[in-house]
């Protein structure tokens, strides 16, 4: 079956099961009210082994996971080992330290953390956005007191955004982060790394995409890993963002062969 064909019935098994509409579809918001993060859940869209839901038992007691309805409309839920799917399934069930934020080596990048929470939360992952069970977003008096930090701090040259997934700030916050970011006169480069494209392209809204616009230009660094990630919305939505002024650059993230075969364990 095409492949958008597939992500078609998909989506309407899962609205079926949801009781929603197309217009609930369409809200980003709706998506991640109804993310789908209980084995059971899961199990009742993708025919999982026991040992799958084992493991995602063990997992959701450590770590967050969650998939958005879109991503699972995604995964081809006949193929055991879609690459989508193992993406998103959490392999492991412990969270990896080592969380690469603040002042690059150089001194001259700055990797800044804005919120704990994305519309997904995948596999691979060793930010911190999935330690802690709750998703929150950094404390305004946080945020200011950093960007104070930074205004001082000359060498540095670029802040990037960081995940958690900045594009899911509300746009007020958005806006207002990215402005008081363009008053340091020593930066010269905004950037956001996001999956939001690739897993929740409902969230690039005409809205957004004004605040984005209005701020630019902005560094957009998505992680689309795969092909079948890119969908008709998210091919819409990397479209919008370049409309308004962005300049996409991906960076996919490769799952490693031990990866996988950790995944393939639970088969
Ligand atoms: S979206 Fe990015 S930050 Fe969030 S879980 Fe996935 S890889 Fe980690």
Known sequence: MERNQKYQQQKSIILKHLQASEAEWQDWRWHLANRISSPLDLAHFLPLTEKEISLLRNASAHRRWAITPHYLAAIDWEQPDDPLKLQVLPWRDKTVAGCPVGLDKKETRYLLTVTNQCAIYCSYCTLTCQQGLIERHLALDLLQSTLNALAQQKK??????????????????????????????????????????????????????????????????????????????????????????????????????????DLSVAN
């Open 156 to 261: 540095i040259r670029e802040i990037v955004l960081v995940g958690g997934d900045a594009l899911l700030l509300s746009e007020r916050r958005l806006e207002w982060l990215l402005r008081e970011i363009r008053k340091i006169s020593h930066i010269r480069s905004v950037g956001i790394v996001t999956r939001t494209p690739a897993v929740l392209p409902q969230r690039i809204t005409a809205g957004l995409c004004q605040v984005l616009n209005q701020s630019g230009p902005i560094n957009i660094f998505t992680r689309i890993n795969h092909p079948r990630e890119l969908t008709l919305a998210t091919q819409q939505a990397l479209k919008d963002l370049v409309a308004a002024g962005a300049i996409i650059i991906n960076q996919p993230v490769a799952m490693t062969i031990a990866q996988r075969t």
